[in-house]
């Protein structure tokens, strides 16, 4: 490995940015081929690590908070749980609530941890 290979290796560890050092080859050839300027070739790693770090911090936090499992709405058993309504739970799902700045509130008997509150804070 040379020197220059080395520090970029040293640097990118330094920055925690695994995607973008994955990247610098394949990157580096083809600025090289299509003469790309430092910001175009900047942005276009930068751009890599960005959607790396995009598509895994979902899944980071979840292992973080340590979840016993994993649940999603499509796994959901809408025959054993009658009294919640398919549609309203879908149409929640979809989120548009968060970009309406609007809040949600989930009631049910108390003593179960069932009531819930999610209100939106800028």
Same mark, same amino acid.
């Given at each position: 490995m040379s020197r220059t290979a080395s520090e970029l290796a040293h640097l990118f560890r330094a920055l925690k940015a695994?995607?973008?050092a994955r990247a610098l080859p394949t990157l580096a050839e083809r600025a090289r081929e299509e003469q790309?300027?430092? @910001?175009?070739?900047a942005e276009a790693l930068l751009s890599t690590e960005v959607s790396s770090r995009d598509s895994h911090g979902g899944e980071g936090r979840i292992k973080a908070a340590r979840f016993?499992?994993?649940?999603t709405? @499509? @796994?959901f058993d809408f025959t054993f749980q009658r009294s919640v309504k398919k549609t309203v739970v879908e149409h929640l799902g979809q989120l548009d609530f968060l970009h309406a700045r609007e809040n949600v509130i989930l009631l049910g008997p108390p003593g179960r941890g069932s009531q819930c509150t999610f209100p939106f804070r800028e």
């Open positions: 695994p995607a973008a790309w300027s430092y @910001e175009r070739f016993p499992a994993r649940k709405l @499509e @796994e």
